[in-house]
């Protein structure tokens, strides 16, 4: 099991660090996995999404704070091999990785933005080349609600390989304080969007985890930041089909604001 720590410090003070760390579940034990971050020549950065692809763990590293809208690099290393960490990527703009996911042998990145236009899902090819393989776009047609523009930090989040398609979910809060939620598909050769409540509808909100069990992939929410009503309320979505999505809210007690779901386990 890898986890990452964020072992304090101040984005005002370019002191914030952390580590990742390998867990043996079956004796307990626990190792740090190569150096503490920032690793030079940064002076602060922690490490935040994880992914095992190819034979690696991948974790893409930002600065904490600011946002989450600063510049992600992405490293690498084979536990038990290397001695550290090796920096494969830095990311263009001002943006991060929220999330990693590993599907048909390329590593898939889910990105959030700053201002001014629509995140982004990188891609990483076999032979090392990144590029963006869907932006979200305001208009993306059919029934799926036209957003008014792009707020400030509006990202791409929880990712999961289901029924041989990758699922990924989007969040969206205007420049007006509407709120846009989504779930994008992508086959191998075409993204959907098969999940598309309503502006401002419950379903809109900031997917952070994602899970395929029995045949059903759940999603779950964070709240709204400093929003009232159905959006300070988390919830649950799945699907068996990945085009019918349940919602699953009405045993959770809807008094949380500010609050957010943790880990699920199975």
Known sequence: IY???YDGGSTAATTCKGRVFELDPEDGSL?????RFPISPDTQRIPYALAWHMGRLWVAAHIGGGGGTSTSKTYFIRPGIDSDWTLDNTSAGTTNVHEMMSFQGQLYQAHSTGSGGGAIVRVRSTLAAYSTSVTAALN???SVPVMANFGAGNHFGAMAVFQSNLYVAYFNRSTTNVLYGRVYKYTGS???VVYFPAADAAGSKPY???LAHNGILYMWSSPVDGASGAADINQIISTSDGTTWTTHDASILNNFSASSFGVIVT
Do not use: L, N, P, R
């Open 190 to 192: 075409a993204w959907s």
């Open 140 to 142: 993306e047609g059919g």
């Open 3 to 5: 986890f990452t720590t």
């Open 31 to 35: 190792f740090q996995i190569g150096s």
């Open 208 to 210: 952070h985890g994602a």
